[in-house]
């Protein structure tokens, strides 16, 4: 398992409300991109991605056998908790009421990736040349989408496609999406915060990936920054070598 991962503010913002984790075995990646006003949205990633990783630490062993269903569990029991986390602080201080986060959960165990998601971050799986989104945005746009009101491409420049549907610790409970995927030896998982996904097309970056795996997230977030660098950027690249 080779682990790489980077995080920059990107240039407009004052401030990285992006926050990531990977374990020391690699097997456990999280990113989490947060939101609601001065210090709020770096408050909420930080203790989300905190609480999920005490969480799984808490209630899984790498080394026992678990059946499918009982990871899912763990995950979406993860994300339950984080929220809360987030919730109850954000209820606690009136200066942070707004906050919340993106969350992505990524824990891999038997050739599979157990998936905890909410808000827009994303997370790829790259397997034999093709680069296939494993979640679905919990966007505005995204359901102007699926009810065919606009285009794809329209969703891209769409002026509200920032507007969350969903996110981490805005209410008392979270509806994330829970899911398992193979993960196959040479399978290549990027998560990344919408810093990347705004600013460089899908195309480019499975492209700069599959060209140089090691140097890609310096890379990424360079050509981020060229074509604007409006969000703070943010990835994780897991490869099943």
């Known amino acids: 398992m080779l682990n790489?991962?980077?995080?920059?503010?990107?240039?407009?913002?004052?401030?990285?409300?992006?926050?990531?984790?990977?374990?020391?075995?690699?097997?456990?990646n999280?990113?989490?991109d947060g939101m609601g006003g001065y210090a709020g949205g770096e408050i909420a990633s930080k203790l989300a991605t905190i609480s999920a990783v005490d969480y799984i630490e808490k209630h899984f062993n790498k080394n026992k056998d678990y059946e499918k269903e009982e990871i899912l569990e763990?995950?979406?029991?993860?994300?339950?908790?984080?929220?809360i986390e987030v919730f109850h602080k954000a209820k606690a201080q009136?200066?942070?009421?707004?906050?919340?986060?993106?969350?992505?959960i990524c824990l891999i165990y038997k050739d599979r990736a157990f998936i905890g998601h909410i808000g827009d971050s994303r997370i790829y799986r790259i397997r034999?040349?093709?680069?296939?989104?494993?979640?679905?945005?919990?966007?505005?746009?995204?359901?102007?989408?699926?009810?065919g009101t606009i285009t794809k491409e329209e969703a891209e420049h769409?002026?509200?496609?920032?507007?969350?549907?969903k996110a981490l610790g805005c209410e008392e409970r979270v509806s994330a999406d829970i899911m398992v995927k193979g993960f196959l030896k040479d399978d290549i998982i990027l998560i990344c915060s919408d810093g990347l996904t705004n600013m460089v097309p899908e195309e480019r970056i499975h492209s700069i990936i599959e060209d140089d795996l090691e140097?890609?997230?310096?890379?990424?977030?360079?050509?981020?920054?060229?074509?604007?660098?409006?969000?703070?950027?943010?990835?994780?690249?897991?490869?099943?070598?």
């Open 128 to 147: 034999k040349g093709i680069m296939r989104k494993l979640t679905k945005d919990h966007s505005y746009v995204q359901t102007l989408v699926e009810d």
């Open 215 to 241: 140097g890609a997230t310096h890379k990424l977030i360079n050509e981020a920054n060229e074509n604007g660098g409006l969000d703070n950027i943010t990835l994780i690249i897991i490869n099943n070598n």
């Open 158 to 165: 769409h002026p509200k496609k920032n507007m969350l549907m």
């Open 4 to 28: 790489f991962a980077n995080t920059n503010v990107g240039k407009v913002r004052k401030m990285n409300q992006d926050y990531y984790y990977i374990s020391e075995d690699g097997l456990l």
């Open 74 to 83: 763990i995950i979406k029991n993860a994300m339950e908790y984080a929220n």
């Open 30 to 32: 999280i990113l989490a």
């Open 94 to 104: 009136e200066e942070l009421e707004q906050m919340g986060t993106t969350l992505e």
